[in-house]
């Protein structure tokens, strides 16, 4: 019974965050008709010179603005990934000053539009709402698009549902291998790689890795620099 009560208290904790990061999500988004451009880039896409994602991921630029992202993709997803101890998805550090207790919490957000796009932010603040805030932020400005295919010699069917060829990301002493899986595979992978990897699209994919995985916040970078690899091969 301890064991039950305890999938329920961590089902429920992360339904409340889930649920602050959508209400956060649609406030931005609210404010999207008001929003005035700074960037050079940002007043191309408000004139219409720019008219998609994909076609602004092809000039190779640096996204600045968040708002561009929200611009284009309607449906954004977003998930905070559990980097804490224990039942907390965050990481919550305490410092006693002069004037008192001070506490600052970290949080890592991955956004993605389930198709090709995926991001990985981030953010510290004083309150947990904030921190979420600014981990979305961040995401949005560090997002890449994902080349899929199919380079699984048990498959090889040309569909986009896995990765074509095998891809390596490292982040501290985390390394991580994703590898091309056969339909109907899924993703053979630890809850924070499958996070990642299911917004950004992939279906079948094989992983393994190296290093202190428990820290979930270098594997899930590494997990990020995998796909950014996958992100600039050249067709």
């Known amino acids: 019974m301890p064991e039950v009560q305890k999938v329920v208290e961590e089902k429920e904790l992360k339904e409340e965050v889930v649920q602050e990061a959508k209400q956060i999500e649609e406030a931005e988004i609210d404010h ?17 010179k720019i008219t998609s994602l994909e076609e ?37 550090v305490q410092r006693m000053t002069d004037s008192g207790r001070r506490n600052k919490y970290s949080v890592m957000v991955a956004i993605g539009d389930n198709k090709s796009f995926v991001g990985l932010g981030l953010g510290r603040a004083k309150e947990y709402g904030g921190a979420i805030a600014s981990a979305l932020r961040n995401a949005k400005l560090d997002i890449v698009f994902v080349k899929k295919g199919c380079g699984s010699w ?26 091309p899986a056969p339909k109907g595979a899924g993703i053979i992978a630890n809850n924070t790689t499958r996070d990642i990897l299911e917004l950004a699209g992939v279906k079948d994919v094989y992983s393994s890795t190296k290093g202190h995985t428990k820290t979930r916040s270098n594997l899930a970078k590494a997990t990020f620099d995998a796909l950014r690899s996958l992100s600039m091969i050249k067709q």
């Open 154 to 179: 048990d498959c090889g069917c040309g569909a986009d549902h896995s990765i074509p060829v095998d891809s390596y990301g490292k982040s501290g002493s985390v390394t991580i291998i994703l590898r």
């Open 32 to 48: 999207l008709p008001n929003w005035i451009p700074k960037t050079g880039m940002g007043k191309a896409i408000k004139r219409g």
């Open 56 to 92: 602004l991921w092809k000039m190779g630029k640096v996204i600045k603005e968040p708002e561009i992202i929200d611009y284009f993709v309607h449906d954004l997803q977003e998930r905070v990934l559990k980097t804490g101890r224990g039942k907390r998805p965050f990481k919550w």
